[in-house]
């Protein structure tokens, strides 16, 4: 009698929130939920006090919304309504492209940049495009899904050319695994009034099911902002688990740690291989630089070894050779470095 072999727990390397375990204090807010907590409205918003707090800033810069994507469709229904003008980044995150399209948008891109290791915002383009007044500029930093981050030098020149009835929005959901180009929203806030600085409790942070995200304001982009009415407070919940989350620094700093060493023992291993480029990042995700006759290979072993992978072709579809392989504990690394082994390895043969 044939015996089944078990199958190996799956890999979400395929998604770009944190697979690292939670540390105890936020998981522990669950057990101390009771009538108090969910039974009643919360009508004071105590995150907004602590995200005030953390950032050294007035509670009135300060607005929650059901994760990044709610702050960042709460911004587009403000300014869509004066200045229908948007600027994108190019091979950016789609969602930003869905959203204009759906408010009927007039949208403009700027270009990207491969470098060796890396992709990099075409500053000078940016600056060009800014001519055309657009009531829009989306930045993203550390990229969303290609992992780099924008200088500072870099950020100030583009922020420095536009004009103040431009807002922009300065998309920070993966702050947090970096430790290179760490901005002070303070500072960019207070230098930039027309700034909005997008923040998210999905990624590093792992609470992504809550929907929790936050944006911090400059004045003048805070005035142009007509937020819906919040009477009855942000689900009372989710704020303590964020507050908890911040209130854990010292474990998010050692999860930010460890996904760093794997990535670099990922990166290590798979850039040394036959046919593969590695670009570096700053966010949970590898990104692989993949042939593309090695797709249909690729693919076909990653769902025998129970690992989920994304091609970033769902995102754009000149990125067709590029994938996003999230970070997890070790355990995860080893296998996720077998698999590009083994694909590897399966062409070599294939192509004698």
């Known amino acids: 009698m044939a015996v089944m072999k078990k199958r190996l727990p799956i890999i979400h390397a395929d998604r770009d929130e944190n697979n690292f375990p939670l540390p105890k204090k936020v998981v522990g807010v669950i057990g101390r939920m009771d009538q108090n907590t969910i039974g009643f409205y919360r009508k004071n918003d105590p995150l907004v006090g602590r995200i005030a707090a953390e950032h050294k800033i007035t509670e009135d810069r300060v607005f929650l919304g059901q994760g990044a994507e709610g702050v960042i469709n709460q911004v587009f229904d403000s300014i869509m309504k004066t200045n229908p003008n948007v600027l994108l980044p190019s091979l950016g995150y789609s969602l930003y492209f869905d959203i204009a399209r759906a408010r009927g948008a007039n949208i403009d891109t700027f270009r990207f940049v491969e470098g060796a290791n890396s992709y990099y915002y075409d500053v000078r383009d940016v600056v060009s495009r800014l001519s055309q007044k657009p009531g829009l500029l989306v930045l993203i930093d550390p990229e969303s899904p290609l992992g780099f981050s924008i200088k500072k030098k870099d950020l100030d020149a583009i922020l420095e050319k536009t004009e103040g009835n431009t807002v922009v929005i300065l998309d920070q959901a993966h702050e947090g695994v970096r430790t290179g180009e760490v901005k002070s929203i303070k500072e960019l806030v207070g230098n930039y009034p027309n700034l909005i600085v997008v923040r998210s409790f999905s990624k590093?942070?792992?609470?992504?099911?809550?929907r929790i995200g936050y944006a911090v304001c400059g004045e003048k982009a805070g005035r142009n902002l007509t937020l819906p009415s919040n009477r009855l407070g942000f689900p009372g919940i989710t704020q303590d688990m964020a507050i908890a989350a911040l209130d854990s620094k010292d474990e998010y700093g050692k999860i930010a740690r460890q996904a760093r060493k794997q990535k670099r023992k990922f990166n290590e291993a798979v850039g040394k291989m036959r046919n593969y480029g590695v670009h570096e990042t700053d966010h949970l995700s590898c990104m692989v630089k993949v042939p593309e006759n090695y797709n249909k290979t690729l693919i076909k072993?990653?769902?025998?070894?129970?690992?989920?992978?994304?091609?970033?072709?769902?995102?754009?579809?000149?990125?067709?050779?590029?994938?996003?392989?999230?970070?997890?504990?070790?355990?995860?690394?080893?296998?996720?470095?077998?698999?590009?082994?083994?694909?590897?390895?399966?062409m070599a043969k294939r192509l004698k």
């Open 204 to 210: 590093l942070y792992g609470l992504a099911s809550l």
């Open 301 to 346: 072993l990653a769902e025998a070894r129970n690992i989920r992978i994304r091609n970033l072709v769902d995102y754009h579809p000149e990125l067709n050779w590029l994938y996003r392989v999230t970070i997890g504990p070790e355990e995860q690394t080893v296998r996720l470095i077998e698999l590009f082994q083994a694909v590897d390895s399966s």
